[in-house]
């Protein structure tokens, strides 16, 4: 009896996270325009040192791209490289090019059908792809390992892939207009009057969140909040009563969560959030939890509802 | 694509009536050696349109030591070799194996225990394996030790749940059948409640990789056994698997019961302890490799006893065959069919009818 329990519990659970990829898209955005390379002529062969230290020695610049996370493939869409990419994941929605292209498994990668394309470079992201990498670099396929574990590893893992595809010019520029736009994101919010406390909340029951030092915890902060989660919780999770105390002022759910959320006991009297129906969803499920060049249209999705959620309070007190 | 080998039940119709044991070992030979080279020879829809059965073919012989002087090589972008070579074979081989032993020691486990409801994973190896798969996953170990830090704990974790169950159910050197049974399930369920308490306390919430990588311990894969862990099986197998059946005739007086068997000449202490320690040895290779697959320990022995009668020099190669040819089928449908579902999942599905149907046979 426990067995099966904890069987429907673990695929809940990993429902629950693919769904966290598995997004629609509700606007649709035109593909980043960066003007085309002029000078600089990539030279080959040449090594990339990817995010674990490993070097990968590409003779040519790589021609049949297959990118394993929803992530990378929006990258190499950013980096021109469209028409290079010849495998995706069925969570791959965004640019709409992508979703034509051939489909190399969704939540599980299937190494088959990624080898079955020839290509010429894979991207990963580390931890994620981690079983897709093993099993890859067992056949020596030539696997390039991103992290995307904070903004700054993001913004690494667009110029590692623009230093891999001899696009180095366009990736310098993608990435330092994430940062910049980041900046002055953090910059205009550095004037609302109080912080409001956000809860991140991927799922109900059970109620995983994600602590300080996370990917969110650093949107939530350039968006002008705190983490209603300051400090690290075990697995991740939290119980019904320690939202209670933690009294967030907004959450962060998707949508099909927030009826759940509502129902909560307690929570529509005790939690700020749920009594001021402050749920915030991006306009594109993916664009907040996906670490890409999308990534500062969510933040500042998000600021700016942070931004009414402080005006509407003239008289908070912190 | 030629229709999915029929498994058990073509064999099982044609053989039950009279027992020719030998004609039937020969008919499971063929029929797993052919449902091997299905599974080896195909691929999901995307991926068959690129490799071909006669590419298939081509790399096979490409790696046969006569053969591969006369073979056209391969283009040289092409990925047949590595699709075919180092994922395909080594989880079609691994696969037999670990059907095959899973599926003697459930004879053997049945036969000593007298317990038609015995099956490998009764003795706590099961429990005791995942637990060791789901820390060294938890920890983020798996690529220590070469690679193999996640089968070794496995292997250890699932000897050590089975000696503690050896040493509870002993008393001055004497073993009760009855008794190593219930410890047997008690510390499984201690282990198994481990498991839990380990995903919820050392998870986190972000890594999705090890969610799916749990989950198909938990519910059995053949998807990332490579040729050394085949190698792994054979040496564990074939040791424990030779344990089992120089064992033969001992299991055979074992039928009359312990007290018979003694006055046959049997030392009935000393023969438990050599089968539950091949037993345990050749279970904890096949759940370190391929996680907990359910139902082909407790259902083939059935099967194959309806086959071919009671005589375990006969019953114990037959339940190898079947339980080879019941996984390697079961991996067939996943890997072709049902995008790479966790093989444990689809003998369940399979099984529990067959154990059902067998079930009212029996009563009839």
């Keep these: ?318 | 694509m030629t229709p999915a080998p029929t498994s058990s039940k073509e064999s099982q119709s044609f053989a039950s009536k009279k027992r020719h044991p030998y004609l039937s070992l020969m008919a499971l030979v063929f029929l797993l050696v052919g449902a091997v080279l299905v599974n080896i020879g195909s691929g999901d829809a995307m991926v068959s349109e690129k490799i071909s059965p006669g590419t298939v073919l081509q790399v096979i012989r490409l790696h046969l030591p006569f053969l591969s002087s006369h073979t056209p090589p391969l283009p040289v972008e092409s990925s047949a070799d590595s699709i075919v070579w180092e994922l395909r074979a080594p989880g079609a081989v691994g696969g037999v194996l670990v059907g095959a032993l899973l599926a003697m020691a459930g004879v053997a486990f049945q036969s000593f225990l007298q317990n038609p409801l015995a099956d490998p994973y009764m003795v706590g190896v099961s429990s005791g394996a995942a637990l060791g798969s789901v820390l060294v996953i938890l920890m983020g170990g798996t690529g220590l030790l070469l690679g193999w830090a996640q089968p070794i704990a496995a292997f250890a974790t699932g000897l050590l749940a089975t000696a503690i169950v050896y040493f509870l159910a002993q008393k001055q050197g004497r073993l009760s059948s009855q008794t190593f049974l219930l410890a047997g399930i008690v510390v499984g369920t201690f282990f198994w409640s481990f498991v839990p308490l380990a995903i919820s306390l050392g998870n986190r919430s972000g890594n999705l990789d090890r969610q799916s990588a749990i989950l198909s311990r938990l519910l059995g894969s053949l998807q990332s056994i490579t040729w050394s862990h085949v190698v792994l099986l054979a040496v564990f197998g074939g040791i424990g698997g030779l344990m089992l059946w120089t064992g033969a005739n001992e299991l055979d007086m074992m039928a009359f019961g312990e007290e018979s068997a003694a006055h046959l000449g049997v030392n009935v202490e000393g023969f438990k302890r050599r089968i539950i320690l091949a037993g345990a040895l050749v279970t904890a290779a096949a759940v370190s490799v391929a996680g907990i697959i359910a139902f082909v320990g407790l259902v083939v022995p059935h099967i194959a006893r309806r086959i071919v009668g009671p005589d375990h020099r006969v019953l114990l190669p037959t339940s190898f065959l079947l339980g080879g040819l019941v996984l390697t089928s079961a991996d067939w449908l996943s890997r072709v069919y049902l995008a790479q579902l966790e093989v444990g999942v689809i003998t369940s599905l399979i099984g529990a009818p067959i154990f059902c149907y067998l079930l009212r046979r029996g009563l009839n």
């Design chain 1, 1 to 318: 009896m426990s067995r099966r329990n904890l069987l429907c519990g673990l695929l809940l659970i990993a429902f629950v996270f693919a769904g966290r990829h598995g997004v629609r898209l509700d606007a649709v955005q035109p593909p980043r325009t960066v003007p085309p390379k002029t000078s600089s002529v990539p030279i080959y062969p040449r090594s990339i040192k990817d995010a674990r230290g490993k070097s990968l020695t590409l003779l040519h610049p790589p021609q049949r791209i297959v990118s394993l996370t929803p992530s990378n493939t929006e990258i190499l869409f950013a980096l021109q490289l469209g028409k290079k990419v010849v495998g995706v994941t069925e969570a791959c929605d965004f640019p709409a090019e992508a979703k034509q292209k051939p489909k190399i498994g969704g939540f599980q990668i299937n190494i088959e059908r990624v080898l079955v394309q020839s290509p010429d470079l894979i991207v990963a992201v580390e931890g994620l792809n981690a079983r897709a990498i093993e099993a890859l670099e067992r056949v020596k396929a030539p696997v390039l390992v991103v992290s995307t574990k904070s903004i700054a590893d993001t913004l690494q893992a667009v110029r590692t892939i623009g230093a891999a595809t001899g696009t180095d010019v366009i990736a310098n520029r993608v990435a330092s207009d994430m940062q910049s736009s980041l900046n002055n994101i953090l910059k205009a919010q550095s004037s609302l009057r109080w912080k409001p406390k956000v809860l991140m909340l991927y799922s109900v029951n059970p109620i995983y969140t994600t602590g300080p030092g996370s990917y969110i915890d650093e949107i939530i902060k350039i968006a002008g909040g705190r983490n209603a989660v300051d400090k690290p919780t075990s697995g991740d999770k939290l119980s019904a009563e320690q939202v209670l105390v933690l009294r967030p002022d907004v959450i962060i759910t998707g949508k099909e969560t927030q009826p759940q959320a509502e129902q909560m006991p307690g929570w529509a009297q005790g939690v700020p959030a749920v009594a001021k129906k402050r749920f915030f969803h991006a306009s594109d499920d993916a664009i907040l939890v996906r670490p890409c060049p999308r990534l500062p249209k969510g933040v500042k999705e998000l600021a700016n509802y942070l931004r009414k959620v402080v005006d509407s309070e003239p008289n908070h007190k912190p």
